[in-house]
């Protein structure tokens, strides 16, 4: 089993910017994928960002220009950087590791983001 530790959700105004952290273990962080999901209020949950091993990205049409994933394999941590925040990005976000492009074989408990208006 792989566990994942995200930290840094937490409450914010919209316009407003927040930065989630996840921590994987070491023996595996430099082969696989990384990526965030997100569980809006009675919705299913959808990715939001990936980053592949070697560094390529993809993100949702509605992140895009307003969030960054990053990785730091010296710390086997995957960030994303979440800017310009609006309502509709309250949500669990999950920490997913796997394979490309989906990044959903492993799972984290997930951190809740709250957007305020």
């Known amino acids: 089993q792989v566990q994942l530790v995200e930290s840094g959700g937490g409450l914010v105004q919209a316009g407003g910017s927040l930065r989630l952290s996840c921590v994987a273990p070491?023996?595996?962080?430099?082969?696989?994928?990384m990526g965030w999901y997100r569980q809006a209020p009675g919705k299913q949950r959808a990715l939001v960002a990936a980053?592949?091993?070697?560094?390529?990205?993809n993100y949702s049409t509605s992140v895009k220009g307003r969030f960054t994933i990053s990785r730091d394999n010296a710390k086997n941590t995957v960030y994303l950087q979440m800017n310009s925040l609006k309502p509709e990005d309250t949500g669990v976000y999950y920490c997913?590791?796997?394979?490309?492009?989906?990044?959903?074989?492993?799972w984290g408990k997930g951190t809740l983001v709250t957007v305020s208006s």
């Open positions: 997913t590791a796997g394979r490309w492009p989906d990044v959903m074989d492993y």
């Open positions: 980053i592949s091993s070697g560094g390529n990205t």
């Open positions: 070491g023996s595996i962080f430099r082969l696989i994928a």
